[in-house]
């Protein structure tokens, strides 16, 4: 009588292939439980600045702690600009130099009620190539030209 020992295995197999089906669910209910590797990261606020060949547009704007703020090279190629803000806050470097190049700078608690000035370092002088992010709506204005 062989069969009771096969449905015997048979019963056993299914048994633990439930118990691991069981025990590997977690039942943390998906999203929202904190611990879940798939969860979609919290949403970021990004602005674009575009570099139109010799000015940033917007030329001011007003951003909240935790956005980011990216720049990005819409106008002429090859002129070469720059992102600087005063102070060294953050520097681009020389990194404008091809269509659709771009810098990001991600603006932090630390950041809110300060207002940063930055510029082109090539284009500042000759072309007033600057411009201004407010971090926060307690910032103060910029400058007359920021």
């Known amino acids: 009588m062989g069969h009771p020992i096969a449905a015997t295995r048979l019963l056993l197999a299914t048994g633990l ?3 691991v089906t069981f025990a ?3 039942g943390g209910g ?40 990216t720049w990005r090279l819409t106008g002429s190629a090859g002129i070469g600009h720059t992102v600087t ?16 190049a771009t810098f990001s700078h991600t603006f932090t608690a630390a950041d809110a009620g300060k207002t940063f ?3 082109c370092i090539a284009h500042q002088v000759c072309c007033l190539m600057q411009g201004s992010v407010r971090v926060g709506d307690t910032a103060p ?4 030209g920021y």
């Open 117 to 119: 000035q930055y510029y």
């Open 17 to 19: 292939v439930s118990l």
């Open 24 to 26: 590997c669910s977690g």
């Open 141 to 144: 204005p910029p400058p007359p």
């Open 85 to 100: 803000a005063g102070g060294g806050v953050f520097d681009s470097g020389a990194s404008f130099n091809t269509a659709g």
């Open 30 to 69: 998906g999203y929202g439980g904190g611990n879940s590797p798939t969860a979609p990261p919290p949403p970021s606020n990004s602005l674009v600045v575009e570099i139109r060949d010799f000015e940033f547009v917007p030329k001011s704007i007003t951003v909240n702690p935790g956005d980011t703020v």
